[in-house]
């Protein structure tokens, strides 16, 4: 196999500095060339030509690899050994990856290589921040490098594939998955999606040390009914193009090699059988060329959605909605295993059948694995312990936190003067927590906690106490990442009186007391949707005892969703979502800091679970005077706003300008701002720029991000921003014309650091 290029990530502005440098600018795909369409092409046509039906079915047919379930295990090799089955999923150790790719090489008739697909949803050893932080970082650039470490991780022991990014947008944090995506803006969505595809894939399918990527769950997943997982999606043709669709596209543009269908139907249509979806809209009209998979078993689905009338006609339903490759059922019996009997019939076309198998053979081939197909075991281990990578989780967990209140500067701490901390909580020394959900074959041992990455940063003159606090409740229904065949996560089960008890002496014979709360992993994710918004457990409670001791209280919210404090106010709130491996030592460098807040929501943060939803871009509708008291019990206005964060600064915008006062429709418009850092510590601050249209063919949201731009400015540096509005920013999609329109309208623009952004201008599109 050829060597895995060197890591080459560009600097990363306001990174604290760390004792392995992070390498200077380079590529990482530098003289690679990609096949030409033509060469694959011929390539695949000339293996089809060879192939049986049965090997076609098989080879557009995914399984997952149990390993730990030997029955499974050996049902699934026994399909791949008589070359029925064309990927397989979920296997991730280099030895295996190794072992089964050489049966599929040396022992099948047309030695056609496996693709090996995994689950790499922020990295494999190293763990990155989870994907809704990476994207609460507003910094594409660090989503792109933190995914090309997961994929050369990835690469290197032998998986080509991943099933990410999640491009889902999530307007209700009920339901547990929002975890996996970039919160619930499609421009903020539309910017982490590409950014991460460009990390996954480098320049192009094939590119040493990269993977396929695969934007997921094709589409609207995230409005599931409720927000309980896998229920059943109604979203208006308006709301799909403008705010579920376009993440997708902007994945489809960077070039994604792959798309996933969703599980759940789409206004009565289930995803993974819906020709409109798969077909006019991802080929036809956005002229998608990778090859589209099915989620797990959604093709045998179709059935149990009462859809499809057999497992037959699932797997019809599903090769001609669009889908090129089934995911079959762990542990179920696959669709697409019926269509070589649908062929004899004539209910489907060889034609539709071989336009499936040659995508998934261009994958391949185009991923070099005829001429590569194995694992160099000895280049794996040295990519899974590059340090560099570990630089790169810390750097990500520091810019991806969010402060959301700061009162009297309780932050950062003063390392000089502190004499004693107690670190509260029971995330704060969870190494599993920390690394959060969809994680596998992460090193528990290596993670660094919260309570690690402080007592390694105060050293021994402070004294640091600890109190897990309270015990996190067990889930009423178990998930399907706590049982067989994954592992077992220990709880640790306190006597809560007496460790609230505890806490509240550390608390107070301490100068500061530091609160890691929130949920644990396995309470966020697939499966894991809540109808609350509350501290599970008796984390509350904890909180407000220790807050009625006076101690100044910082609170670190270990979650990934807007959790409800019930009003009660510590001294600083930072959430530091799940920060990965590093995240312990990221967290101490921002406490102290080393390095300055910078993140910032990419939701609006609600009240109370009562308001769900509350976009930040929504319509101004009827009587806009009373738009915060729609409640009469409370103001229904969000309890922190989309894109608000604070740093260790203060910073000033002034000087907002457009290049002109009005243009014509199809023409651009520079608008310009000055941002300063008005305070006294280098900082970041994340400029953000919404417009709004105020008549049209349809009406447009209050507020619509169109560009931000992440900056780190010294004490007292002024820098112009520039943004520039295209056609296309100014587009949507109307329902009374049933198409994407650009009116001539006057448009508001607004600039500052969060949707509330005060500082106001206008232009006319003519
Ligand atoms: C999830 C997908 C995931 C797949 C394979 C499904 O349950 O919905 O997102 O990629 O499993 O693990």
């Known amino acids: 196999?050829?060597?895995?290029?060197?890591?080459?990530?560009?600097?990363?502005?306001?990174?604290?500095?760390?004792?392995?440098?992070?390498?200077?600018?380079?590529?990482?795909?530098?003289?690679?060339?990609?096949?030409?369409?033509?060469?694959?092409?011929?390539?695949?046509?000339?293996?089809?030509?060879?192939?049986?039906?049965?090997?076609?079915?098989?080879?557009?047919?995914q399984y997952f690899d149990f390993l730990s379930v030997a029955e499974e295990a050996a049902r699934v090799e026994a399909e791949m050994a008589a070359a029925r089955a064309g990927s397989l999923l979920f296997v991730h150790d280099a030895r295996e990856l190794h072992r089964l790719q050489q049966t599929a090489v040396e022992k099948t008739r047309l030695k056609i290589p496996l693709l090996f697909g995994y689950d790499v949803i922020h990295g494999l050893r190293t763990i990155m921040p989870v994907p809704i932080a990476l994207a609460a970082s507003w910094d594409p650039k660090l989503a792109e490098q933190s995914q090309a470490v997961a994929a050369r991780e990835a690469r290197a022991v032998g998986i080509h594939w991943t099933f990410a990014p999640n491009v889902d947008i999530a307007r209700d944090p009920r339901w547990g998955r929002m975890i996996e995506g970039a919160g619930e803006d499609p421009y903020l969505g539309s910017a982490m999606a590409a950014a991460q595809v460009r990390g996954f894939q480098g320049a192009g399918i094939g590119t040493p040390g990269t993977i396929i990527a695969g934007p997921k769950h094709f589409a609207g997943y995230g409005a599931s009914i409720g927000g309980r997982d896998y229920d059943e999606v109604n979203l208006s043709d308006s709301?799909?193009?403008?705010?579920?669709?376009?993440?997708?596209?902007?994945?489809?543009?960077?070039?994604?090699?792959?798309?996933?269908?969703?599980?759940?139907?789409?206004?009565?249509?289930?995803?993974?059988?819906?020709?409109?979806?798969?077909?006019?809209?991802?080929?036809?009209?956005?002229?998608?060329?990778?090859?589209?998979?099915?989620?797990?078993?959604?093709?045998?689905?179709?059935?149990?959605?009462?859809?499809?009338?057999?497992?037959?006609?699932?797997?019809?339903?599903?090769?001609?909605?669009?889908?090129?490759?089934?995911?079959?059922?762990?542990?179920?019996t696959s669709a697409f295993k019926t269509l070589p009997k649908s062929l004899a019939e004539g209910k489907v076309s060889v034609d539709a059948v071989d336009d499936a198998v040659r995508r998934v053979l261009e994958a391949k081939i185009r991923m070099g694995l005829f001429e590569n197909p194995y694992v160099d075991l000895d280049e794996a281990e040295r990519v899974l312990n590059d340090p560099q990578h570990r630089v790169v989780a810390r750097v990500a967990a520091e810019r991806s936190a969010v402060l959301l209140h700061n009162d009297g500067g309780v932050l950062p701490l003063n390392g000089a003067v502190l004499q004693s901390i107690a670190v509260i909580g029971p995330l704060a020394d969870s190494a599993r927590d920390t690394t959060g959900p969809w994680v596998f074959d992460q090193d528990d041992r290596e993670t660094v906690t919260v309570l690690n990455g402080i007592r390694a940063k105060v050293g021994k003159g402070v004294r640091v106490d600890y109190s897990p606090g309270a015990t996190m409740p067990a889930r009423l229904h178990k998930s399907i990442f706590d049982s067989s065949p994954h592992k077992e996560v220990p709880r640790v089960q306190v006597d809560d009186d007496a460790e609230i008890r505890r806490s509240v002496e550390l608390a107070r014979t301490s100068?500061?007391?530091?609160?890691?709360?929130?949920?644990?992993?396995l309470m966020i994710g697939e499966q894991a949707s809540r109808s609350s918004l509350d501290l599970p457990g008796r984390q509350q409670e904890l909180l407000d005892a220790v807050l009625a001791t006076g101690t100044p209280v910082v609170v670190l919210l270990m979650a990934a969703r807007p959790l409800d404090l019930k009003g009660s106010k510590p001294a600083a709130l930072m959430t530091i979502w799940y920060p990965g491996t590093q995240g312990g030592a990221a967290v101490a460098n921002l406490l102290f800091g080393d390095v300055s807040p910078g993140g910032k929501l990419p939701f609006n943060w609600p009240r109370n679970i009562g308001q769900i939803p509350m976009p930040y871009a929504h319509l101004k509708t009827h009587q806009p005077r009373t738009a915060g008291e729609r409640y009469w019990n409370e103001p229904s206005t969000p309890l922190y706003v989309f894109g608000h964060g604070l740093s260790y600064s203060t910073f000033t915008f002034s000087r907002l300008q457009t290049d002109k006062t009005r243009i014509a429709v199809g023409e651009s418009i520079t608008v310009s701002v000055d941002v300063s850092n008005a305070g006294e510590h280098e900082a970041d601050e994340v400029v953000q720029l919404y417009i709004h249209q105020r008549y049209g063919t349809a009406a447009r949201p209050v507020r619509e991000l169109k560009g931000f731009e992440r900056v780190t400015l010294a004490p007292g540096q002024t820098r112009t921003i520039r943004f520039k509005l295209q056609p296309h920013d100014l587009r949507y999609w109307a329902a009374s014309t049933r198409s994407f329109v650009q009116d001539a309208a006057v448009f508001d623009v607004y600039v500052g650091n969060s949707s509330a952004a005060s500082l106001a201008g206008t232009f006319e599109v003519h």
């Open 1 to 61: 196999m050829k060597t895995v290029p060197p890591l080459t990530v560009t600097a990363i502005p306001g990174a604290a500095p760390s004792s392995s440098p992070i390498p200077g600018e380079g590529d990482a795909g530098q003289g690679f060339r990609p096949l030409s369409d033509m060469e694959v092409r011929a390539r695949a046509d000339a293996l089809i030509a060879e192939m049986t039906p049965e090997e076609k079915a098989g080879q557009i047919t």
């Open 239 to 332: 709301e799909l193009w403008n705010v579920y669709l376009p993440p997708f596209k902007a994945a489809v543009d960077a070039g994604a090699g792959n798309i996933m269908s969703a599980y759940m139907g789409l206004n009565g249509v289930p995803a993974t059988g819906n020709h409109w979806l798969l077909t006019n809209v991802l080929r036809e009209t956005w002229g998608f060329k990778g090859f589209i998979v099915t989620d797990a078993g959604s093709a045998h689905d179709l059935q149990t959605h009462e859809f499809a009338s057999s497992l037959e006609d699932a797997g019809i339903r599903a090769l001609i909605a669009g889908v090129d490759m089934e995911m079959a059922p762990p542990f179920g």
């Open 511 to 521: 100068d500061i007391a530091v609160l890691v709360l929130g949920e644990e992993q």
